[in-house]
């Protein structure tokens, strides 16, 4: 094995512990609908082992790429309220950073859109938590809530 594998490796291994630990700490207060790109990475991972084996050129290096990629399969792309901001894609926005924030109903679904200096993202949540993310944001003094 080449030592620019080696290093890459490594430094794959590096991020998925750094993500284990981040969506460790996490506690999600309020768990957002699934994300439709959820399923990307396990998709590819599939693709990849479909594509070795059809090739027949399992090696030493695919197995270790697998089981280094794994990890992400369960980590990535969580949506929701967690306790120092929003949490899209697994990336958390501070409230210093969300300039307003509104809420909706649209098909049995509950929308929470915030918008920060990058844009306007929305975070879809169960119509039964309605009350509860309400009046948990209403508390939140940092956030300016926009009706539509």
Known sequence: ME??????IILVFIIDVVLIIRDMRRKLIFTGARNKYKMLT????????IYTYI?????????IVILI???????????GIVENG??????VTSWDKVLNYSL???NNKYIVSFKTSLGIKK?????????????????IRKLKYIRK
């Open 104 to 106: 909706e109903e649209q």
């Open 3 to 8: 030592i620019a594998n080696i290093l890459l």
């Open 86 to 91: 929003f949490l899209f894609n697994s990336y």
């Open 123 to 139: 975070i879809f949540f169960k119509l039964e938590d309605k009350e509860e993310i309400k009046k948990y944001l209403f508390g």
């Open 55 to 63: 090739l027949n050129s399992f090696k030493l290096e695919d197995i």
């Open 69 to 79: 990629l794994l990890p992400l399969i369960f980590v990535g792309n969580k949506n």
């Open 42 to 49: 396990t998709v590819a991972i599939i693709v990849f082992l």
